[in-house]
Nanobody
Framework: QVQLVESGGGLVQAGGSLRLSCAASRSIFSFNVMGWYRQAPGKQRELVADITRAGIISYRDVVKGRFTISRDNAKNTVYLQMNSLKAEDTAVYYC???????????WGQGTQVTVSS
């Protein structure tokens, strides 16, 4: 069973930065895509950023220029660097991985990010 473990969330003031980490229990190249989602209270979970096995990256428009997704293949870890944080970035952030041939995505347990204004 694949495990994804997030870390790095916390409380930060608006304008501050946080870096989230997602450590996988297997090679991140076994995933077609790895990404970060977030869910704010009363809202649907939404994709924030993702990176394909080939290294193609995409971002949600509202985080472009502020967030950066990256990976460390040797550590089987994907990161989300979040700068210039805003109150509306407050949410639980989840790591996601899609494995070829597996109809069920792998999810981490989530890490809370709270941005105070």
């Amino acid at each position: 069973q694949v495990q994804l473990v997030e870390s790095g969330g916390g409380l930060v003031q608006a304008g501050g930065s946080l870096r989230l980490s997602c450590a996988a229990s297997r090679s991140i190249f076994s995933f077609n895509v790895m990404g970060w989602y977030r869910q704010a209270p009363g809202k649907q979970r939404e994709l924030v950023a993702d990176i394909t096995r080939a290294g193609i990256i995409s971002y949600r428009d509202v985080v472009k220029g502020r967030f950066t997704i990256s990976r460390d293949n040797a550590k089987n870890t994907v990161y989300l660097q979040m700068n210039s944080l805003k109150a509306e970035d407050t949410a639980v952030y989840y790591c996601n991985g899609k494995i070829p041939g597996n109809p069920v995505d792998s999810w981490g347990q989530g890490t809370q990010v709270t941005v105070s204004s």
